[in-house]
């Protein structure tokens, strides 16, 4: 059983377009993250959502609009997309019991994301 | 956080033990070593973290020095699936939920060689 899904796992699509990418975790954790990989492989936080609030709001356009309907999904929004947009978008998940950095995050497979 | 280093690329020879070091000096007492490691084309995934304790579980050893600047990433007997990109990252406890980045330096890349 996959613990934590994404989908699509390739998306081709032409600048200007509005996409949407989901999340699913059933791993029963409380907590959420986008992660971004550029084409130079640096991964870096996006966003993270505690329980459906949003915590962490990194420097990310506001083109970029997570949406989290529940504790198990966590979707990215992406409207107005650009050739920079193109990477590879990775959602996590943990579970913060005490708030402890012990708590490790566990990733999907990640989405393509290229922007023709 | 405290900023980590690694070289940039390693080899090792299947069957033998693959020890990853990373330099942590400016580390703070109650930041963690975390490991991760990305294989190509798939999600980070965890390997093994510690404080100050060296620590082992089913995939790998870590051992941190006394001083606690630097720890080494130990895979006892490395097998062609264990060539990957390998991130030590270091991580404070944070007092709010949620707020648990983990900030991924350019990592290791291992390669193990048949």
């Known amino acids: 059983d996959t613990a934590v899904s994404q989908t699509p796992k390739y998306l081709v699509t032409q600048m200007g377009n509005d996409k949407s990418i989901k999340c699913e975790q059933n791993?029963?954790?409380?907590?959420m993250y986008w992660y971004k990989q550029d084409s130079k492989k640096f991964l870096k936080i996006m966003f993270s959502?505690?329980?459906?609030?949003?915590?962490i709001n990194e420097t990310v356009p506001n083109r970029f609009s997570p949406k989290s309907p529940d504790k198990a999904h966590l979707n990215l929004h992406i409207n107005s997309l650009e050739l920079g947009d193109s990477a590879v978008y990775f959602c996590?998940?943990?579970?913060?019991?005490?708030?402890?950095?012990?708590?490790?995050?566990?990733f999907g497979p990640g989405t393509r994301l290229l922007v023709l | 956080d405290a900023k980590t280093t690694q070289p940039p690329s390693m080899d090792c020879a299947e069957g033998r033990a693959a020890n990853l070091p990373c330099n942590h000096s400016t580390i703070s007492g109650n930041e963690y070593v975390y490991w991760y490691r990305q294989i190509h084309s798939q999600g980070p995934q965890y390997i093994i973290h510690?404080?100050?304790n060296n620590e082992t579980n089913e995939m790998a050893s870590l051992i941190i020095t006394e001083d606690r600047k630097s720890s080494t990433l130990i895979l006892p007997h490395a097998t062609l699936r264990d060539t990957a990109v390998y991130y030590c990252?270091?991580?404070?406890?944070?007092?709010?939920?949620?707020?648990?980045?983990?900030?991924f330096g350019t990592g290791t890349r291992l390669t193990i060689i048949p």
């Open positions: 990252i270091v991580r404070r406890p944070e007092a709010n939920f949620g707020n648990e980045k983990l900030t």
């Open positions: 996590a998940s943990s579970l913060l019991t005490g708030g402890h950095a012990r708590e490790t995050q566990y």
């Open positions: 791993l029963g954790h409380d907590t």
């Open positions: 959502y505690n329980n459906k609030e949003l915590i």
């Open positions: 510690g404080l100050k």
